[in-house]
C-alpha cells in the first residue's frame, strides 16, 4: 500500500475538511470534549476549505496524499503570518488516524520543507496547540524548536493556547 502526493485542487476541498475533522478529533480528543470536538461538522470544514482556498490559492500550496486512490492526508503551507518575507508557514499537517505512524506525516512535512526552499524561504514556522504532545514530539524530532510566542484561539468555547515554533530552512 504506497501512497501519492500531488498538488491540491478545488475538486478535493470537502473531502479534505472531512479529514481535517476526522483528524482534529482523533488528535485533541485527548485534552477536548466531545462536545468541543464535534463543531465544527465535516461539511463546515468542507466549506471552510473552499472559502479559505478562493482567496489564498495564488500564494498557498495544498498538497494532499492518496493510499488507493482515497485522500489519506493533506498539507498546506504559505507566507508567514507575522509577514516576514524570510519564512514561510506551514499551516497544517493532517492524517487519517489509522495513517498516524506510517511515514505519511513526514513525507508530508518533507515535501513541504521543499516546496518552501523552492520559494526563497529560509525558514519555516507553525503554530501547535499546547496540549497536543503528539504532535510537538513530531516537529521537535525533526528540528523545529518553540520559539516562546503564543496565541489564543478558541475551539468551541474553550480557550486554546498555541506556541510557534520555527525552523532553518
Excluded at 485522500?71 to 499537517?93: E, I, M, N
Excluded at 520559494?119 to 516537529?139: C, D, H, K, T
Amino acid at each position: 500500500m504506497t501512497f501519492t502526493l500531488r498538488p491540491g485542487t478545488v475538486d478535493d476541498l470537502i473531502a479534505v475538511g472531512a479529514l481535517h475533522q476526522r483528524s482534529r478529533v482523533a488528535a485533541y480528543a485527548p485534552f477536548l470534549s466531545t462536545e468541543m470536538l464535534a463543531e465544527p461538522t465535516p461539511a463546515a470544514l468542507g466549506q471552510y476549505w473552499r472559502e479559505r482556498w478562493s482567496y489564498e490559492r495564488a500564494d498557498h500550496v495544498l498538497t494532499v496524499a492518496e493510499r488507493d486512490g482515497h485522500l489519506v492526508g493533506f498539507s498546506y503551507l504559505g507566507p508567514d503570518d507575522q509577514g516576514d518575507p524570510a519564512t514561510g508557514l506551514l499551516h497544517a499537517v493532517y492524517l487519517e488516524p489509522a495513517e498516524r505512524g506510517r511515514g505519511l506525516g513526514r513525507r508530508l512535512e518533507a515535501d513541504a520543507l521543499a516546496e518552501m526552499r523552492s520559494r526563497g524561504w529560509r525558514v519555516a514556522a507553525l503554530w501547535v496547540l499546547r496540549q497536543n504532545g503528539p504532535a510537538r514530539r513530531f516537529y521537535e524530532r525533526d528540528g523545529w524548536r518553540p520559539t516562546g510566542v503564543t496565541q489564543e484561539e478558541m475551539i468551541g468555547s474553550t480557550p486554546a493556547v498555541l506556541l510557534r515554533y520555527r525552523r532553518e530552512l
